[in-house]
């Protein structure tokens, strides 16, 4: 399968890179600035392609391959920490989680759109069960919950848009991940999370259109 996958150069984007190369993949992955971990691969089927999902690009100038089988829309910020309360958010910060976290995967997508198509291909947006409404008991986190919410919004809009034109599209949760975002906390590692949530990409079809599935493969309310 050719996969891409986006803030692919460390945490859960370095984790699915790992996780489809080992099984013999072609990976195309994306990185904003820096290699990190891409750069200790040693593998002829590892690509890199750097970009940065906050800016608006046209992937004919970039090495992309013709045919995507599986897009993985991983990359995100989780904004300002301590400063996401009622009183502290700022109107730049709402603005600028939500560039990457939603408009990100979206600008990926329109980008790609035909190469997914030529391989009657799979979606997935990795969203955050802070983006839902239904989840939401302790408030505050306003900009990483509202960009996450809205990622969450215009998957489903994709699942139902591509669906006649043979590509799914589903919406992920990672869990609470040990990884650069959560300073190293986390329920889970990375292996774990990344083995759950490809084993849920490889049953897509399974879910309803546009739901929203957690990495043990649990339906979300959003
Ligand atoms: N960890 C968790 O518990 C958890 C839970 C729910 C959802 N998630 C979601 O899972 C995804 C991966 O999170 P993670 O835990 O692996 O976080 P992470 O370790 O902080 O990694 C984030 C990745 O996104 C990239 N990125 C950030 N801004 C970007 C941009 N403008 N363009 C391209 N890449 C960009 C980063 O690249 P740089 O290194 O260049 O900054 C990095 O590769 C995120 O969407 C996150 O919201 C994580």
Redesign the pocket.
């Known amino acids: 399968m050719n996969i891409v996958i ?8 370095l984790g699915f890179v790992q996780h489809y190369l080992s099984k013999g993949d072609e990976v195309w992955a ?5 290699l ?1 971990g891409l750069a200790d691969i040693q593998s002829d089927k590892l690509h890199t392609v750097q ?4 800016q608006d690009f046209d992937a004919n100038t970039l090495d992309f391959p013709e045919s995507i089988d599986l897009l993985i829309n ?5 904004g300002p920490y301590g400063g996401q309360d009622l009183d502290s958010i700022t109107s730049e910060a709402m603005l600028d989680v939500f560039n ?2 939603c408009v ?1 995967p979206l600008r990926v997508v329109q980008q790609l759109k035909e190469r997914i198509i030529n391989a009657g291909g799979t979606i997935a947006n ?5 983006g839902s409404s239904d989840d939401n008991g302790s408030g505050g986190t306003y900009a990483y919950r509202a960009a ?1 919410a809205g990622l969450i919004i215009i998957s489903k809009s994709m699942a139902i848009d591509l669906k006649p034109l043979g590509v799914s599209v589903i919406t992920l ?5 040990t ?4 300073h190293q906390s ?1 329920l889970i590692d990375v292996q774990t999370s990344v083995a759950g949530m490809t084993d849920v990409i490889s049953r897509v079809d399974d879910y309803e259109l546009g739901q929203f599935v957690a990495f043990d493969g649990q339906v979300i309310p959003f």
């Not at 970009?51 to 906050?54: A, G, I, R, W």
């Open positions: 986006t803030g692919a150069n460390r945490g859960l984007g994306c990185y904003r600035s820096n990190d970009l940065d999902v906050s991983n990359a995100g910020i989780y990457i976290d990100g990795i969203s955050s069960k802070m996450k949760h990672p869990g609470w991940v990884t650069d975002m959560t986390g």
